[in-house]
C-alpha cells in the first residue's frame, strides 16, 4: 500500500514528529532501578521523594518526576504503618500494668467529650470493667467534677464490691486530693 506518511498522521490524529523519533531511555536507567529498590529494601518507609534525595546525595543527576515514573513503573509502595502494640511492662521486667484474671478485679474510668447540634460541650463518665469488657456505668452531664465521679464509683460499689484495682488517666477529676483520699480509705489500689 502506497499512503504517505501526512496522510496516515492526519488519519490517526498524531504529529508527525512521533513517527520520526525513537524514544531513547538513558545509559543510566537500570542502575537507577537497582539504586531504588535497595534503598527501598533499606530504608522501607521512606516514599519517593526521600529515595530520590538519597540518590541525590549519593551523586545521582535525577529529579522527584523521574524517580516517582520509575517507582510507579516497578510497583514500589510505601507499607501501610502498623498500630503500636501497648507494653504491659518494662525492658527491666518491672510491671506497669495489670492484667486482669476475673471479673471486677481491674476497672478502668475515663471521660469522653461531645458537643450537641447547639454546639454545648456535655461529658460522659464511662466505667468498664477490663476483664469481661462490661460496661458498668456511664453519667452524662454538661460538668463532671471528683465529686460526681465519688458518687458514680459508690454507687458501683455498693452494687458490685470494691474491686481490687481502679485505673485512670491523670485527669485533674481523677488525681484530686479527695478523690486519691477516697481510693484509699474503701481499699482500692
Excluded at 3 to 18: A, D, F, N
Excluded at 69 to 93: A, T
Excluded at 140 to 147: E, I, S
Aim: aromatic residues 8%; contains cysteine; proline residues 3%.
Amino acid at each position: 500500500m502506497k499512503v504517505s506518511e501526512r496522510r496516515v498522521c492526519r488519519v490517526l490524529g498524531q504529529h508527525r514528529s512521533i513517527q520520526r523519533r525513537l524514544p531513547q531511555g538513558r545509559a543510566d536507567e537500570e542502575r537507577l532501578v537497582a539504586d531504588m529498590i535497595e534503598l527501598t529494601r533499606q530504608y522501607g518507609r521512606y516514599g519517593y521523594r526521600r529515595v530520590a534525595a538519597l540518590l541525590r546525595d549519593a551523586g545521582s543527576q535525577v529529579n522527584c518526576k523521574r524517580v516517582e515514573r520509575r517507582w510507579r513503573r516497578e510497583g514500589l509502595k510505601v507499607p501501610m504503618k502498623q498500630p503500636k502494640k501497648g507494653r504491659l511492662w518494662l525492658n527491666d521486667g518491672s510491671c506497669v500494668r495489670l492484667r486482669p484474671e476475673y471479673r471486677n478485679q481491674v476497672w478502668s474510668y475515663d471521660f469522653v467529650h461531645h458537643r450537641t447540634d447547639d454546639g454545648r460541650a456535655f461529658s460522659t463518665l464511662n466505667i468498664l470493667d477490663e476483664y469481661s469488657r462490661e460496661c458498668l456505668a456511664i453519667r452524662v452531664k454538661r460538668k463532671l467534677n471528683a465529686n460526681e465521679v465519688i458518687d458514680a464509683l459508690t454507687d458501683l460499689f455498693i452494687l458490685r464490691g470494691v474491686p481490687a484495682y481502679i485505673r485512670s488517666d491523670n485527669g485533674p477529676e481523677f488525681i484530686a486530693e479527695a478523690f486519691r483520699g477516697w481510693i484509699k480509705a474503701v481499699g482500692a489500689h
